[in-house]
């Protein structure tokens, strides 16, 4: 666990201290997200956020890569290297979006493309625990993986609409999987405790975690498609890594649960991202419009609308990210009888804090902080 938290802080202190030095870098390229009708800032902002953070992600795997308890990961496999790969194509394609605003169908392309560079690697969902174990044939395979890696990249792109929403989700129900990759290894061998799930997340936590002090309400910079993208990628990674390595029933017994929690834990990770992204599709979709459209319906404006102020709009987002995620982690160590109770109260601590704007909101006398920015 030591040499987990020792990269992620890694990760988290190249990513700090490089981002000021990206924002000035945007700020000449032009790489700024002007104020449009459907935006909830007010002030031009810097993006390509998303560079500084994949700098962190990649001197953090050097690092790994030259500390003999993760050696072997980086010796015996191309998987990770093969997602640093993918993790530049889609910084680097998101960062041209920053600058120059691409058409969707070349921002898809790129993702795809990306996708395809993990399975070619080995990065790619073979099995599926359903039914016990599920081997996928190599087609399946293939278009399941380009399809949870797609997905997943748009999702978190998708809910990046308020100052420190994106990077704060994704480093909540980052540290739940974490937790879920590291304790399937530890049940797996005694004596190995090196997963490429669980230190692919670690960096995303430690990017993250590295960005939020730049990225806070009022933020001086934004991570951009350059950075929700490459957090999309490796969440999706992480998963494919976990999924149908280790046999989960190890960690409970043989309940239905502890089969399920393999695809349950991503999907509860990403709760907020997921629910965006298929109501922004089916909303688009129904309205005769691209999926891609952009508008003024994302879960964010909603809450903003029903009288949250911005902090609030993104604490209750973090509420929710950590009843689902964490909550699906508990019978794995408490009985069900005690998590249902928990998972009662949480829940409806949660939608008491979503639908009762006037009871967590700030003050009307408190004004938001002033606009610090150059």
Not at 107 to 125: H, I, N, R, Y
Not at 150 to 178: E, P
Not at 189 to 211: E, H, K, N, Q
Not at 259 to 279: K, T, W, Y
């Amino acid at each position: 666990m030591r040499v987990y938290l020792f990269i992620l802080l890694v990760a988290a202190a190249v990513t700090y201290l490089l981002t000021p030095a990206v924002r000035l870098v945007a700020r000449r390229a032009g790489a700024m997200t002007a104020v449009r009708e459907r935006d909830v800032h007010d002030t031009v902002t810097p993006r390509l956020g998303g560079v500084a953070m994949f700098v962190g992600i990649v001197a953090a795997l050097l690092v790994a890569g030259n500390v003999p308890f993760l050696e072997g990961l980086f010796r015996d496999s191309r998987q990770p290297w093969a997602v640093l790969a993918a993790a530049g194509v889609v910084c680097l394609l998101g960062a041209a979006d920053d600058k120059w605003d691409l058409d969707w169908v070349t921002k898809l392309a790129g993702q795809v493309l990306a996708a395809l560079l993990l399975a070619w690697q080995g990065v790619s969902l073979v099995t599926l625990p359903i039914g016990g174990v599920t081997v996928l044939s190599g087609r399946s395979a293939l278009i399941l993986t380009v399809l949870v890696v797609v997905v997943a990249m748009n999702a978190v792109n998708f809910v990046d609409g308020l100052d420190g929403l994106a990077a704060g989700v994704m480093a909540i129900g980052g540290t739940a999987f974490f937790l879920y990759a590291y304790t399937l290894t530890r049940s797996a061998s005694t004596t190995d405790y090196s997963s490429l799930a669980a230190l692919l997340t670690a960096v995303m936590i430690g990017a993250c975690v590295g960005f939020l002090p730049h990225n806070l309400t009022r933020a001086r910079i934004f991570m951009g498609d350059s950075g929700s993208m490459l957090l999309g990628l490796l969440l999706a990674a992480s998963t494919i890594a976990v999924t149908g390595q280790v046999d989960p029933a190890r960690l409970s017994g043989a309940d239905m649960l502890g089969q399920f929690l393999p695809i349950l834990l991503p999907i509860g990770v990403m709760i907020v991202p997921f629910l965006d992204f298929g109501l922004a599709v089916i909303r688009r979709i129904g309205s005769g419009r691209s999926p891609f459209h952009a508008d003024k319906a994302h879960l964010h404006h909603r809450l903003l609308r029903l009288g949250h102020s911005k902090r609030g709009a993104v604490i209750i987002m973090y509420v929710w990210t950590v009843v689902i995620s964490v909550g699906l982690l508990l019978p794995l160590v408490l009985p069900m009888r005690t998590v249902l109770v928990l998972w009662t109260g949480s829940l409806l601590l949660a939608v008491l804090m979503t639908l009762d704007p006037l009871r967590w909101r700030r003050p009307h006398h408190q004004k938001e902080p002033a606009d610090d920015r150059l």
